[in-house]
Nanobody, 120 residues
Framework: VQLQASGGGLVQVPTGGSLSLSCTAS????????MGWYRQAPGKQRELVAA???????TGAESLKGRFTITRHSANATVHLQMDSLTPEDTAVYYC?????????????WGQGTLVTVSS
């Protein structure tokens, strides 16, 4: 499974601005999977931003709900993250993730990461 993210990169978003990230999975995609986004700010641990199951059930960081929205198009294995009212604290590398279960083992795949920079 390969995950290709788009959005972010060299773009700097002003405080209060919005940005959308997308991630498309390809390859031998398991039929049952959860796709989502994590982020890692400088000097901090990677944290879950939001995730979504095939039936549209979502989960994510409580502190981001209301500003970040995750959606999914299962037909083309794409997940979108809409980020609104951004602040400099949202500056981080954002990673796309696909998780599935094989037997009793959790299997995760990661995208290459895309930088989101919010300027003050």
């Amino acid at each position: 499974v390969q995950l290709q993210a788009s959005g972010g990169g060299l773009v700097q978003v002003p405080t209060g601005g919005s940005l959308s990230l997308s991630c498309t999975a390809s390859g031998n995609i398991p039929s049952v999977n959860v796709m989502g986004w994590y982020r890692q700010a400088p000097g901090k641990q990677r944290e879950l931003v939001a995730a979504i199951s095939p039936d549209g059930t979502t989960t994510g960081a409580e502190s981001l709900k209301g500003r970040f929205t995750i959606t999914r198009h299962s037909a083309n294995a794409t997940v979108h993250l809409q980020m609104d009212s951004l602040t400099p604290e949202d500056t981080a590398v954002y990673y796309c993730n696909l998780a599935t279960v094989r037997g009793l083992d959790l299997k995760e795949y990661w995208g290459q990461g895309t930088l989101v920079t919010v300027s003050s």
